[in-house]
């Protein structure tokens, strides 16, 4: 009878806990994700047109919020961050190449065009990086300087993968004028 009791006083409130951080970290991830993009597909379905032109705009304004985010989240752990960044960098640094790299050549492999292949690269080398911050600063903010690390490398490495793709990518053929006859 002891073991059972001491069993359920030990081990409920640990298991309540782990399902409480579960839903918390379901809900962030909802919140950074699944609405944002439930509310765009919506009005796409909706209005369509409307949609087309406002999409230019929509994403520099999603990028100058996603810049400020990372910028946000970075400079409010920068004590932490400097203190860590030599023990983090090298891993960060790795996993922002590799899932980059990694990606862009499994989507070639499968056949997917030079444009495709780099949009799947740039959603993992970039993305994901203001989720992981939110998520880890639900838990610890300590949790939070690999993200904030691998978000600064990811500027750089995700910026210069993009330079140099959107020049491969770009139409190579320039139409030539018939010669006169």
Request: no cysteine; glycine share 4%; proline share 5%.
């Given at each position: 009878m002891e073991s059972t009791s001491l069993a359920t006083d030990v081990l409920l409130p640990l298991g309540l806990a782990v399902i409480m951080v579960s839903l918390g970290l379901t809900l962030t991830t909802a919140d950074f994700t699944i609405v944002p993009l439930s509310i765009g597909?919506?009005?796409?379905?909706?209005?369509?047109?409307?949609a087309a032109i406002l999409e230019p705009r929509l994403k520099r304004a999603s990028l100058g919020a996603f810049v400020v985010i990372v910028a946000g989240a970075v400079a409010s752990e920068w004590d932490q961050v400097a203190d860590s960044f030599m023990d983090v960098a090298p891993a960060a640094l790795a996993l922002n190449v590799s899932?980059?790299?990694?990606?862009?050549?499994?989507?070639r492999l499968a056949r997917l065009s030079?444009?495709?292949?780099?949009?799947?690269?740039?959603?993992?080398?970039?993305?994901?990086s203001t989720l992981t911050i939110a998520v880890?600063?639900?838990?610890?903010?300590?949790?939070?300087?690999?993200?904030?690390?691998?978000?600064?490398?990811?500027?750089?490495?995700?910026?210069?993968?993009?330079?140099?793709?959107?020049?491969?990518?770009?139409?190579?053929?320039?139409?030539v004028a018939a010669p006169a006859t």
């Open positions: 597909m919506a009005y796409r379905a909706r209005r369509p047109e409307r899932a980059m790299s990694i990606s862009f050549t499994v989507a030079d444009r495709q292949s780099t949009a799947i690269a740039m959603e993992l080398g970039v993305h994901n880890a600063t639900t838990i610890s903010t300590e949790l939070a300087i690999p993200g904030a690390v691998y978000s600064l490398f990811m500027f750089i490495t995700a910026g210069s993968f993009a330079w140099v793709m959107s020049r491969r990518n770009a139409p190579t053929s320039v139409p």
